[in-house]
């Protein structure tokens, strides 16, 4: 495994890229940091093994098959994370010997929740708001404009608003304002 990472720029992000067996084949240093707390991974002994060991205890789970499957969230040290894996699919060679014989990697992102994103988990779960209008509502909350929010979600303005109106149906308002209100005082 590379450890690349390991004197780059601390980002608040967690990368890590595992092979098809689920072993890592390069970890960033916040996942490191993030794997490794409350030690530094400078003080383990031997940081590949550990961080291994560490990736399969913490990222995966053994719920109902004898399939790991990962983890959507887990605890390090008193912070909360995200977990969110993507398949990564190597183009072969033309005989199916590319990268594990075709069978890909999976690239992990280890995501802090913040107390926004409680927040506004809080609010949609109170309100039934899809992924999509939480979305939304995280642009508006902040002061974003239709445009801004259009141009930051890759959507037209168009989609936009029909996502807003969806929401003040939900929340039983009427303006962009009275969204902001009502998720800012519980909903009363």
């Known amino acids: 495994m590379q450890n690349n990472g390991i004197n780059a720029p601390v980002t608040s992000e967690g990368f890590l890229l595992l092979d098809s067996s689920l072993h890592p084949i390069f970890v960033n240093r916040a996942a490191a940091e993030i794997l490794s707390y409350p030690q530094k991974p400078e003080a383990c002994k031997n940081l590949n093994a550990f961080l291994a060991s560490k990736i399969h205890l913490t990222l995966f789970s053994m719920q109902t098959s004898d399939v790991p499957a990962l983890v959507t969230e887990f605890v390090s040290g008193k912070r909360r994370y995200h977990c969110r894996a993507y398949r990564v699919d190597a183009l072969g060679n033309g005989n199916g010997t590319g990268n594990g014989g075709g069978r890909g990697s999976v690239a992990v992102l280890l995501k802090r929740f913040s ?9 949609s ?3 039934h708001l899809t992924t999509r209008e939480q979305e939304v509502l995280q642009h508006l909350l902040v002061g974003q404009t239709t445009k801004e929010i259009a141009t930051g979600m890759e959507i037209s303005p168009h989609t936009v608003k ?12 009427s303006t962009r304002s009275a969204i902001v209100g009502k998720a800012f005082t519980n909903g009363q």
Request: hydrophobic share 60%; glycine share 8%.
């Open 162 to 173: 029909a996502f807003l109106r969806m929401i003040m149906v939900k929340m039983g308002v």
């Open 115 to 123: 107390t926004a994103s409680l927040f506004i988990g809080e609010v």
């Open 125 to 127: 779960e109170r309100f």
